[in-house]
């Protein structure tokens, strides 16, 4: 299959595109700027192109099968009002940019996965997420909805569109780990306000043997949770990193503070999601990495 990705030279996108050339598939990497592209490797080629703006870019859409849509600007910041008009216009106008260039009505169809996110839920405290529960109200969950349906408009030209909402993604050199651990190893690690918040994860190799199993089942489509089986609580989350890096795990970061720094965003890191990988399950997906302990340990736990 021949895919284009945005968002490709980013953490998740590096993983994916080396495991999708493993498998095979041959990768175009939309990039600003073919100064700073890295030497292709056999079956990776890139592409100058800004996908928020309309150009010859989008030409090259049709000479491919599918397009995994990656592309968007990074939450993990104080949201100004400025950062959250970048948040919204990075994943929206994209996903709009890419649907006008995909062909209409191909036969085998063709397929647009299309990233999105649990914050898609919005902020429900206990109750168990799948991909049939509603929408939330906050920021981040309607910047999400937009987000999708701009992405299902693709459905009018006959194209399978799958909306892969990723939990918080762990892995090696980069996402969410790459914040905390040397917090962990200056001993100043812990839970996060009340620790009791859902942490929705999933292993960086899962998310990637995911895709995998995505474009060998064509017969799924629409929302597809990409988080691990067994969501954790903030503070078991802690607990674990702890254990794995051999560092205390009880400095508790208040929730003022997290609020002062962060701002809006920090409800977003005090509040989270249970959400469960429904869809994947019942279609016989089998994660390498349900547990979080094994998660980290195949990580973090080699390093240290």
């Known amino acids: 299959m021949k895919i284009l990705m945005t968002g490709g030279t980013g953490f998740v996108g590096t993983q994916l595109f080396n495991r999708l050339s493993q498998d095979g598939h041959e990768i175009t990497i939309l990039t600003r700027s073919l100064k700073g592209a890295k030497k292709a490797l056999p079956g990776i080629s890139y592409l100058e192109g800004d996908p928020t703006q309309k150009g ?157 199993f995505l474009i060998k089942h064509p017969e799924i489509s629409g929302p597809v949770n990409l988080c691990a089986p067994n969501p954790v609580r903030n503070r078991d989350l802690a607990r674990a990193l702890g254990e794995v890096l051999h560092r205390p795990s009880f400095m508790p970061a208040p929730g003022f503070m997290i609020k002062l720094v962060l701002g809006e965003f920090g409800s977003v890191i005090l509040e989270g999601q249970r959400v469960i990988p429904k869809k994947l399950m019942e279609k016989g997906f089998v994660f390498s990495y349900p547990d979080i302990r094994q998660a980290l340990q195949s990580i973090v736990g080699s390093s240290i």
């Open 56 to 212: 010859p870019w989008q030409q090259s859409i049709k000479d491919h099968d599918a397009v995994i849509n990656l592309a968007g600007a990074s939450i993990f910041s104080k949201w100004t009002d400025e950062h959250k008009r970048a948040i919204r216009e990075s994943r929206v106008f994209t996903t709009q940019n890419i649907v006008e260039g995909i062909p209409t009505h191909r036969d085998p169809p063709f397929t647009f996965f299309s990233t999105s996110a649990v914050g898609y839920y919005g902020f429900r405290g206990d109750e168990e997420l799948s991909e049939e529960s509603p929408p939330g109200t906050d920021f981040l969950a309607r910047i999400a909805v937009e987000w999708e349906e701009e992405a299902f408009k693709a459905s009018d030209k006959g194209v399978r569109v799958v909306i892969t909402r990723f939990g918080i993604v762990l892995g090696e050199k980069g996402g969410a780990l790459g914040q905390m651990i040397p917090l962990f190893k200056k001993y100043i690690g812990g839970p996060i306000g009340s620790g009791k918040q859902w942490f929705s994860w999933v292993h960086i190799k899962d998310l990637t043997e995911a895709f995998i």
